[in-house]
């Protein structure tokens, strides 16, 4: 198992930017493909962003795409969402996800999330 700890969520106006990190603990993290996910009130999770363990291969939600940027520092166990353009609807709480096989878009297939941490955008 691997534990994650998401971080750098807040409130910030439309147009804004900010970077959240997830930082993995208690297994190799380069054994994991890691997802970024979102949940708005009201609303069904959402597939942001995913990367492969090794960062070679990326996705994007179609709502996120040219306006959010994942990566991962493998040295430093963590994965960033990199968040620009910011609109209102993207108010939601950010759960970091991760798995040893599976980095689809799918959050019935990650084995391990983090708690969360909230991203409000006023307009």
């Known amino acids: 198992q691997v534990q994650l700890v998401e971080s750098g969520g807040g409130l910030v106006q439309a147009g804004g930017s900010l970077r959240l990190s997830c930082a993995a603990s208690?297994?190799?993290?380069?054994?994991?493909?890691m997802g970024w996910f979102r949940r708005a009130p009201g609303k069904d999770r959402e597939f942001v962003a995913s990367i492969s363990w090794e960062g070679h291969s990326t996705y994007y939600g179609d709502s996120v795409k040219g306006r959010f940027t994942i990566s991962r520092g493998n040295a430093k166990n963590t994965v960033y969402l990199q968040m620009a353009s910011l609109k209102p609807e993207d108010t939601a709480v950010y759960y970091c996800?991760?798995?040893?096989?599976?980095?689809?878009?799918?959050?019935?297939?990650?084995?391990?999330w983090g708690q969360g941490t909230q991203v409000t955008v006023s307009s």
């Open positions: 208690g297994r190799t993290f380069t054994s994991y493909n």
């Open positions: 996800a991760a798995d040893t096989w599976y980095v689809g878009t799918s959050g019935a297939q990650y084995d391990n």
